[in-house]
């Protein structure tokens, strides 16, 4: 087992950034001598929790890329949310400054409002931003365990993409409760439902010229509800306007015991808020859990991206958390600034730190939750030598 002193490398490369505060939003960056726009701001809220633990490796990953990428620049500045305080406007303003947000994780069991719900800023920031697409990738990385027979050999690599402003979540401290009785509204509209589909056949056409299948499969319970049957009817909407990808429908139920028996059949998988938030924890399970499953949140000027992992107050402060999904995320961010910017160096770094997760991991890392003895620091030293490994053109 890790011991906690394992990790005061990355803490203090972490201390290095971060200058104690309370409610204004700190500059901690490496870079403090170049100009904004030179390099990219990054606001970083390392949150709650193993958020800080898991949030440290992934910054020392981004700094090893950036310094061998030409033209590669960050400005991280970090801020307060989470628990007890949520957000407070200075860090909301970070945040719509910044050309992306990297997030750790936020809230903590037993800190709520007083209505008994969990305070959740990762889910305010995608009301403030409009970020209706939520991408939750699922890649089975070399050597990490399975519970699906026949994974290793075939394979999965698929994409959830949940709604993530709207469905259920849109009545979100709206509900009406009552001695007898409570009521939840869910809410499709034909603006989110739209952009999303468009998103959503980017990525897939995006996907196919990387050598996947580029099927687009449309998830909904069509046959029970109204809602989601005018979610399907603007899909085939869509699906008409973009005859190259191929799609497919299929009933949340059946897709759930689908997942479960042929993942690899899978590419790309739309749906609504609530089953994309089931449904994305599911597929996190295939592929060894919440500490493998990176996440984005995305909108049409912003994007938060976070490990789909919780605080896990429980081994909090032990060197026990798994930071793949945070670093998984900053590759994740990394691509969609590529995207955004047209920076073909951001791609290469993502490309950089997808491999080398691959290669630490093909070589023998056994995280904590898999039975082994690597915990956080192990994992991320791992990391950072595959680093200095060539990544094949």
Not at 60 to 84: C, H, I, M, N, S
Not at 95 to 101: R, T, V, Y
Not at 105 to 117: E, Q, W
Not at 196 to 222: E, H, P, Q, Y
Request: charged share 25%.
């Amino acid at each position: 087992m890790q011991s906690i002193h394992l990790l005061k490398p990355f803490a203090k490369k972490m201390d290095a950034r971060v200058k104690p505060g309370h409610d204004d939003a700190k500059i901690t960056s490496f870079h403090l001598t170049m100009l904004a726009n030179d390099s990219f701001h990054i606001a970083i809220l390392p949150g709650d929790g193993i958020g800080p633990e898991v949030m440290a490796p992934a910054l020392a990953v981004l700094d090893k890329v950036a310094a061998a990428t030409r033209g590669l620049k960050f400005r991280f500045t970090e801020a307060p949310a989470g628990a007890g305080k949520s957000m407070p406007p200075s860090t909301i303003k970070l945040c719509e400054e910044a050309d992306a947000i990297l997030l750790g994780a936020c809230g903590l069991p037993h800190i709520r409002y007083p209505d008994n719900t969990e305070i959740m800023p990762q889910v305010e920031l995608r009301f403030i931003f409009d970020l209706y697409a939520g991408v939750r990738p699922c890649r089975l990385i070399p050597n990490v365990p399975s519970p699906i027979v026949g994974a290793a050999e075939r394979g999965i690599d698929l994409v959830v993409i949940r709604e993530s402003t709207e469905g259920l979540f849109a009545s979100m401290g709206k509900g009406v409760v009552t001695d007898t009785e409570a009521r939840e509204t869910l809410v499709i509209t034909r603006k989110t439902s739209q952009r999303l589909f468009d998103f959503s056949f980017r990525l897939a056409r995006r996907r196919k010229a990387r050598g996947r299948r580029g099927l687009l499969t449309c998830v909904d319970k069509a046959n029970a509800f109204k809602a989601y049957a005018f979610f399907r009817g603007m899909f085939d909407e869509c699906a008409a306007r973009h005859p190259d990808v191929a799609t497919d429908r299929l009933y949340v139920d059946a897709c759930s015991a689908m997942l479960v028996r042929r993942p690899w059949d899978f590419d790309v998988l739309v749906m609504e808020n609530m089953f994309g938030d089931i449904i994305s924890d599911l597929t996190a399970g295939l592929i060894g859990g919440m500490g493998m499953a990176p996440s984005a949140d995305i909108g049409d000027t912003h994007a938060v991206f976070q490990p789909c992992h919780g605080t896990a107050p429980d081994i909090m402060g032990k060197g026990l958390a798994n930071p793949t999904a945070m670093i998984l995320s900053a590759a994740l961010m990394l691509d969609w600034l590529a995207d955004r910017h047209g920076h073909g160096g951001a791609a290469q770094a993502a490309r950089t730190i997808e491999t080398a997760v691959d290669r630490a991991f093909a070589a023998g890392l056994k995280p904590c939750e898999f039975g082994g003895r690597d915990g956080t620091a192990a994992i991320a030293t791992a990391v950072l030598r595959a680093l200095d490994a060539p990544v094949p053109a």
